[in-house]
């Protein structure tokens, strides 16, 4: 079965530091793989996926991942952290050609200290 | 486009009540899903529909849970005879195909909240 590893449940960065959220996958074949970010008492919000176009994925909120087969990585990054990127970013898997369902990874909440 | 639409927001019960919450969909989308998230935990598969059918249920949905999508528009999902371990957040999400590649919207979620 499909499934994501999240390394690191909490993550904080400074204000202006990189932000680095890691993402593991184990599949056999490169499946679909996604980032959605969380606010408090909200829904998820489609940052970014990939779907084979290009290893190297551009989100919104100036995020962007790496698919990296040889690794089963798919790592969120971005340059310079913001005040606002505070949230709970969750990795997710689906298989092609499945029955499109996604499977979430544990989360990694972000901090951004001031 | 309003984007998916969860009511209520937030609900508390007593344990053994039944609860039903609604899901309103993005208008043109043939897919609807229902997600489970506890505390700490990144959202798990319920169930979902392509228009009225409901083609797949996971094994967390134990017997008290139901759920329908009776013209293939809005979504209900009704748990009876609730127990503490059903709180949670349950998220509802629709799509506009029949692949995955396109992403799902979620929507704000319902709070269940059992004591």
């Known amino acids: 079965a499909q499934s994501v590893t999240q390394l690191g449940s909490h993550v904080s960065v400074s204000e202006g530091a990189l932000v680095l959220l890691r993402c593991n996958y184990s599949?056999?074949?490169?499946?679909?793989l996604f980032w959605y970010v969380q606010y408090p008492n909200q829904g998820l919000q489609l940052l970014l996926k990939?779907?084979?176009?290009?290893?190297l994925v551009k989100g919104i909120n100036g995020f962007e991942a790496e698919f990296k087969k040889s690794e089963t990585s798919f790592h969120l990054t971005k340059p310079s952290a913001h005040m606002s990127d505070a949230a709970e970013y969750f990795c997710a898997v689906s298989e092609r050609g499945a029955t499109n369902k996604l499977i979430f990874g544990t989360g990694t909440l972000l901090a951004v200290q001031p | 486009d309003t984007g998916v639409s969860q009511n209520p927001r937030h609900k508390i019960t007593k344990r053994g009540q039944n609860v039903t919450f609604r899901c309103d969909p993005i208008?043109?989308?043939?897919?609807l899903y229902w997600y489970r998230q506890t505390l700490g935990q990144g959202p798990e598969f319920l169930t979902y529909f392509q228009n009225e059918a409901q083609l797949e249920k996971s094994r967390l949905l134990s017997d008290r849970f139901s759920a329908e999508r009776p013209k293939g528009s809005f979504s209900t999902l009704e748990i009876q005879r609730t127990e503490q371990g059903d709180s949670a957040m349950y998220l509802c999400a629709s799509s506009s195909s029949g692949s995955v590649v396109y992403g799902y919207t979620f929507g704000s979620g319902t709070r269940l909240t059992v004591v």
């Open positions: 208008s043109e989308h043939n897919r």
């Open positions: 990939y779907t084979s176009a290009a290893t």
């Open positions: 599949s056999s074949v490169p499946p679909y």
